[in-house]
T-cell receptor, first 114, second 115 residues
Framework: GDSVTQMEGPVTLSEEAFLTINCTYT??????LFWYVQYPGEGLQLLLK?????DKGSNKGFEATYRKETTSFHLEKGSVQVSDSAVYFC?????????????FGTGTSLTVIP | DSGVTQTPKHLITATGQRVTLRCSPR?????VYWYQQSLDQGLQFLIQ???????AKGNILERFSAQQFPDLHSELNLSSLELGDSALYFC??????????????FGPGTRLTVL
């Protein structure tokens, strides 16, 4: 079945450091891929998405490219800020006999220190 | 603030009991999704409704049921509760219910504790 595997955390970075959070997926169809962010005590917010191969999603300085050949959707940011501290979830949406299904990775906790 | 509201914020109950979680989607959104977030299973999709009709079903247990009402609010009913049902339950909403392209807006969640 479909699944998402993302890099284990927690990740601790200094402010202005480069961030990569790895995400790979397994899917039977042609999924859409997403990164969500969860700030402490809040629900998830969509960070970016890509709906087909080679699409690049970007938002707030974060980027991720849908790579079908490596089944990956790694999240990157060139210079992190303290305000980026949160939990990041990679997710995919794929069609099935019971409608669109959603699969989330386990989440990667990021702490950015000044 | 996403515009999605969930009540109650916290719920503490005993094993074997039944509870109802409520979700009001953003104004204009026709689709509602329910998710369960627990430490051992992570974030799991339960079920989706669009304009009152069930559209997709994920890992929802038979003891759980949901519905979406004509005013578009949704309720998730959990019965015969077990300790393992303790989790954070999120509701999300989107405009068209087309998961592959819609943005889902998440509520703040209901924390259920089963003792």
């Amino acid at each position: 079945g479909d699944s998402v595997t993302q890099m284990e955390g927690p990740v601790t970075l200094s402010e202005e450091a480069f961030l990569t959070i790895n995400c790979t997926y397994t899917a039977t169809g042609y999924p859409s891929l997403f990164w969500y962010v969860q700030y402490p005590g809040e629900g998830l917010q969509l960070l970016l998405k890509a709906t087909k191969a080679d699409d690049k999603g970007s938002n707030k300085g974060f980027e991720a490219t849908y790579r079908k050949e490596t089944t990956s959707f790694h999240l990157e940011k060139g210079s992190v800020q303290v305000s980026d501290s949160a939990v990041y979830f990679c997710a995919l949406s794929d069609s099935s006999d019971t409608g669109n299904q959603f699969y989330f990775g386990t989440g990667t906790s990021l702490t950015v220190i000044p | 603030d996403s515009g999605v509201t969930q009540t109650p914020k916290h719920l503490i109950t005993a094993t074997g009991q039944r509870v109802t979680l409520r979700c009001s989607p953003r104004s204009g959104d026709l689709s509602v999704y329910w998710y369960q977030q627990s430490l051992d299973q992570g974030l799991q999709f339960l079920i989706q409704y669009y304009n009152g009709e069930e559209r997709a079903k994920g890992n929802i247990l038979e003891r759980f049921s949901a519905q979406q009402f004509p005013d578009l609010h949704s309720e998730l009913n959990l019965s015969s509760l077990e300790l393992g049902d303790s989790a954070l339950y999120f509701c999300a909403s989107s405009v068209e219910g087309l998961a592959w392209k819609d943005t889902q807006y998440f509520g703040p969640g209901t924390r259920l504790t089963v003792l």
